[in-house]
T-cell receptor, first 117, second 117 residues
Framework: QQQVKQSPQSLIVQKGGISIINCAYENTAFDYFPWYQQFPGKGPALLIAIRPDVSEKKEGRFTISFNKSAKQFSLHIMDSQPGDSATYFCAAPDPNAGGTSYGKLTFGQGTILTVHP | GAVVSQHPSWVICKSGTSVKIECRSLDFQATTMFWYRQFPKQSLMLMATSNEGSKATYEQGVEKDKFLINHASLTLSTLTVTSAHPEDSSFYIC?????????????FGPGTRLTVL
């Protein structure tokens, strides 16, 4: 079974600061590593995802950095805003995700981000 | 982006009754849908993988006779919680994969809050 370890559990930053969340996985069946953002009482929404043929992907203020050899990837939120306050989940493909379970993801434990104004 | 809906958004029921939750992909076809359960301040735990026209694949420890899954069409999967008990109270979230896309992105529904009295 896939283990995905996410850290830190909670993070407090000031407005304008950089938020960094890390994720480590064990094995994978396919190469797709997403980050999801979840607000209270809502379903998760895809924030940004990366395929490991590149080491970094940037979309606006959000950047994923990927280290395939270390089996780690991280989310950087630049110029953090109070509206970014949410829970963030990384996910990694389940190494046994084949056949009828293709696409199955294992989620990290989540990071509660609070951005103070 | 692709839209996934869930109905109802919240439900309160008495212990011993059954509750059905619907998950629909509104603008794409989904051969695979996933059902998750999320307890407060915890991560998403995959319950089962639902494939159109075939039996669902349940994760270890999930009772298939208690959580009945039906994926009768390419746009609809249902989860029925049978003989619900207070410990089944949770946030149930579905996601769907667009079979027309080469990547493995999952689109999440808004979730259903189940409270069993």
């Amino acid at each position: 079974q896939q283990q995905v370890k996410q850290s830190p559990q909670s993070l407090i930053v000031q407005k304008g600061g950089i938020s960094i969340i890390n994720c480590a996985y064990e094995n994978t069946a396919f190469d797709y590593f997403p980050w999801y953002q979840q607000f209270p009482g809502k379903g998760p929404a895809l924030l940004i995802a990366i395929r490991p043929d590149v080491s970094e992907k940037k979309e606006g203020r959000f950047t994923i950095s990927f280290n395939k050899s270390a089996k780690q990837f991280s989310l950087h939120i630049m110029d953090s805003q109070p509206g970014d306050s949410a829970t963030y989940f990384c996910a990694a493909p389940d190494p046994n995700a084949g056949g009828t379970s293709y696409g199955k993801l294992t989620f990290g434990q989540g990071t509660i981000l609070t951005v103070h104004p | 982006g692709a839209v996934v809906s869930q109905h109802p958004s919240w439900v309160i029921c008495k212990s011993g009754t059954s509750v059905k939750i619907e998950c629909r992909s509104l603008d794409f076809q989904a051969t695979t849908m996933f059902w998750y359960r999320q307890f407060p301040k915890q991560s998403l735990m995959l319950m089962a993988t639902s494939n159109e026209g075939s039996k669902a694949t349940y994760e270890q420890g999930v009772e298939k006779d208690k959580f009945l899954i039906n994926h009768a069409s390419l746009t609809l999967s249902t989860l029925t919680v049978t003989s619900a008990h207070p410990e089944d109270s949770s946030f149930y979230i579905c996601s769907a994969r667009d079979w027309g896309l080469a990547n493995n992105e999952q689109f999440f529904g808004p979730g259903t809050r189940l409270t069993v009295l």
